[in-house]
């Protein structure tokens, strides 16, 4: 790989003096280093390999940091990375952790915003104009967002309040024609119409909304954005460019399969071959999958709801069978669950299916349009739990989030069969709104079907029956609760184990009779402690004898954390756990 | 007031066989029947009267409930409530109060849902219409959609997806150039333009989007509407229909001032005097009001940012003097919190203010955009707490909402002097978003003034320094407290009270330290309790022998129930909460 021209650039205004003809140079230099380094650590390829021209021109014309870019989701900021004092943590491979996926204010003062959610560049970046203006500068502010992130409503409202600003903000709309997986809604055949007619069609949503419009048929051709790009600099009102790119651009494969090289896990470049070699292992999203699929083929009323992730929420199957029971709706949430609730009111089974990260983009339509409404709405939650992720993508917040809304059942299998149980009552039932937490973990299986009846609500299941202890292990975190239980006997403490399987509610009666043989209860749960499931439980037992301890995470935000890090600082290991519920038990022997 | 017609219609199917004379002496029967009733009861008073005549020519085109029509926000839908057999609660004095002011299926088979948030009328159309195709329907799927409800993501997210549907959706504009205040957008500009071309401007955002457009010029006039519905009843695609009315028709003061009578309180009919003739205390609004004034007079970084509703969120001052510092987003509330955080990220102070029923609709802004980024914008929730409204705009959930989200400090003060320091010391700190629960009760006012340092975190206030027992009373409930604390002193116990200014945190210092003489500590908050604050407390007293009684509202939703059998409910009365103080005391003695 030679880096010639890569190699004089350490920040960007070595690239200014460059010829066009190296700049063309480092393009394909840039990209050689992101297809070598995104295949060897996985990461965001197609979205990288679309924006290296764009982003070389931004900086060619465009002053960073004074003038400042916004990236929407940043997970395409990679050659904005690179050029910016950080290409060290792409070309070498020892470095490769040293920075994050996307855009990171703690790495350089040329990125604004910690970013991993999408459609809230123009709104950011309209705040960064604003505060230009009463601050008193006049840098140019460039949102840089995707065809894809158009479609959340924060977009559009940004959209909207940016044309109404009357000044200087400049978005540029990189249109590769895909979301993650294929675009869907309106605005798409706008786009398409744009892009058919080299922006010269007369219905320009850009242009009803009062923006400047300027279309660049080539975004990766470096001549005609550099071109644009000087027009539009430091002009005095809002300004849309509307840029098409290829995504995945110089990888053939990625050019002809955007959607599986959106993200890609390591790769052999030669083979083509995936590094992991590892046995793959039936996760629950398979089995849920599966059990959707064949669900809605006998039922035709269900409908299976993503917003623009239908393969990592287990929609894959009625994606491809079942085009009528499908509904991708773009990456809004907020429709998704509105729409839900509609279908629900209709006769219509919705299952609308999310990361627990996304979730969190649609509060007000859980309580409001869905809630409120106790239409029997099934929502499926994946991820939701401690992990290592990034800080944008945490799984942690779904249970304060939902649990604490009147009117949905939130359900936590802890098994393949009460997975399955619990999808078959909530898909069939017609009293609530059903969210479930599909277990963030390898698949534990009975191999004992669970009668899919959950009609009593909080009615939770004393699984071993014992004394002194009691541990309450929700969902994914009641196997953790069975092994404390093994490794208790050793100590000669005969716990109950329970499972208490609804998030949103207390068994009154099972709590109360524990008083009568236990001087302690633990809860375990996936999930922060601050509003969680835990805490309910303690206040339950306030006014009580009973002692309480909530194990869970800390509030804060974790970045890329090992688990195993996070576990010992939560005292989520069995040995840490067992020695805090010793520690109690001290406590009470010595008041005795 | 005659009556002829209206006594003649009890349901839709009465309407059918009217003359269109008769359909216009029906309008002017109801308008006076509206305007007669509103201004006795108050409510929303301008959307009603605009809506006379499209509502009418709806249910004359269309067959209710078969096909469905949803309001956005419901609160244009007195009409439809007047002709769908509920029109003695607008006629009869005495009924006045037996239909809410929004849509209720619990009313009429002619309501879908319960709404009261804007923008969510499109998605939750477009699932009626989802559900009516895989169900095997054919009817009608009308959306009724106010212009300044068009401002809100949800909105789009539902045109973009309504547009791809391919299916019969009829999407009604009511384009009366007004959002609560004044519009402000690009969307307006369109809007604007399209009125001013009746419809033929080939900038079209609707047709952009893929709609069949039609244009109503005047959307008071019923026989253009009966036309126009007539053309698009039964279109098996989706459909715009954009008809201009007059906010407040019919009502010259209305139609003149469309903001002030949006929503009114009761006035006399004859001198047009509010009639509501006690005194008026100043309320923490207005104390809020001035102070921003005062403040952004000094300082122009500062800037005052409102989803419409700049009146009753203390922004009236600033948008009245400060232009330059002041934005109205629209009813955007994710692009305020986004928009707050870029200003604060560029050097400028946001001040954010929002009802806590509307703070609902940006869970993700506050956690992704401003809270992960860790910027100090300022947030004010106003009408936080339990209250007898209506059931969708609780003030419930604003404490589980925000103070379970890292690097937020949510704040509450007890008293003007305390919220003066606060908002003092959150708009000049730069370390963390601060938001702060203005209080929901009389102004309550110590005379000494506070020192605006809320530096050392999660610091909590002894008041009254005591033993036995403990009350925490969190920002307005604080008083509460104090009331208790006095009674209690009635019966020999000498209670501590403690303020513990921050929602967000722990002060464990403190809470260790009544360890040493106190037995029970109590919490009070004015909202739910499931994920609030006491339950925090609780949890940190589960592993020793306190023990805790946390006060609040149990999770539900209630629906304009009077305050005081919601105290009553809660136990929020001082002899009630005596009462279990009490019971604790007791059960502890006989233990010991």
Chains 1, 2 share one sequence.
Not at 160 to 166: D, E, I, K, T
Not at 475 to 480: M, P, T, V
Request: hydrophobic share 40%; charged share 25%.
């Amino acid at each position: 790989m030679s880096l010639n021209v890569l190699h004089k650039i350490n920040e960007p205004k070595d690239l200014k003096t460059l010829s066009i003809e190296e700049l063309n140079l480092l393009s394909g230099e840039i990209r050689d280093v992101l297809i070598k380094k995104v295949s060897t650590t996985g990461g965001h390829f197609g979205p990288n390999l679309g924006m290296v021209e764009a982003t070389i021109a931004l900086h060619y014309v465009f002053n960073s940091p004074v003038d400042k870019f916004v990236y929407d989701v940043s997970h395409q900021s990679y050659t904005h990375k690179i050029l910016t004092g950080r290409k060290e943590s792409f070309i070498n491979p020892e470095k490769f952790g040293t920075v994050t996926g996307y855009t990171e204010p703690k790495e350089s003062e040329h990125d604004f915003f910690t970013v991993g959610h999408t459609s809230t560049s123009i709104s950011l970046a309209c705040g960064l104009a604003k505060g230009r203006d009463v601050v008193g500068g006049n840098e140019n502010i460039v949102a840089i967002i995707g065809d894809g992130s158009l479609s959340g409503g924060e977009a559009y409202e940004g959209l909207n309040n940016a044309a109404a600003s009357g000044k200087n903000i400049i978005i540029l709309v990189n249109d590769n024609d895909m979301s993650i997986a294929e675009n869907h809604g309106g605005l798409y055949k706008n786009l398409a119409l744009l892009r058919e007619t080299e922006g010269k069609a007369e219905l320009n949503l850009f242009k009803a909304l009062g923006f400047e419009y300027h279309f660049v048929k080539d975004g990766n051709n470096l001549e005609s954005l550099i071109e644009t790009f000087r027009k539009v600099k430091d002009k005095k009102h809002p300004v849309v460019i509307h840029m098409h790119t290829v995504k995945g651009k110089g990888y053939e494969d990625a050019e002809v399969n955007k959607e599986a090289f959106h993200w890609v896990m390591p790769f052999d470049l030669e083979t083509k071959a995936p590094l992991f070699t590892g046995e793959y292992e039936k996760s629950y999203g398979d089995i849920t999958d599966e059990f959707l699929l064949d669900k809605a083929r006998k039922d035709k009323t269900i409908v299976g709801i993503t917003a623009a992730t239908p393969e990592i929420v287990s929609l894959s199957g009625i994606r491809r069978e079942l085009k009528d029971q499908y509904v991708d709706v773009g990456i809004a949430e907020e429709h998704a669950i509105a729409l839900a609730s509609g279908i629900a009111k209709r006769g219509g089974k919705p299952v609308a299916s999310f990361l627990s990260t996304f979730i969190q983009r649609t509060y007000d339509q859980l309580s409001q349009d869905l809630a409120i409404n106790d239409n029997p709405a099934t929502i499926l939650v994946h991820w939701g739990g401690i992990s290592d992720s990034d800080v944008t993508h945490s799984g942690l917040f779904d249970i304060p989030l939902i649990s604490n809304i009147p009117n949905i059942v939130y359900l936590a299998p802890t098994t393949k069969e009460e997975h399955l149980a619990m999808m078959d009552w909530a898909i069939g039932q017609d009293k609530h709104p059903v969210a479930i937490r599909v277990p963030n973990s390898a698949v534990v299986s009975t191999g004992v079907e669970v009668e899919p009846n959950f009609d009593e609500l909080n009615k939770y299941v004393t699984v071993e029956e014992g004394n002194e202890v009691a541990i309450i292990g929700l969902g994914s975190f009641f196997s953790l609760g069975k092994r404390v239980k093994d490794k208790l006997k050793e100590v000669g403490i005969n716990a109950t184990l329970i499972n208490p399987r609804f998030i949103t509610g207390l068994d009154e009666e099972l709590l109360n009779k524990l008083e009568e043989n236990h001087k302690l209860v633990i809860t375990l749960e996936d999930g922060i402690l601050d509003g969680g499931f835990g805490e309910k439980i303690s206040r339950f037992y306030g006014n009580k004898s009973m002692r309480v301890l909530n194990f869970g995470a800390t509030k804060e935000f974790t970045d890329s954390v090992p688990l195993e890090v996070l576990y010992e600082r939560y005292h989520l290991t069995e040995e840490l756990i067992i020695e805090d519920i010793q520690n109690v038990l001290e406590d009470l022997k010595t008041l005795v």
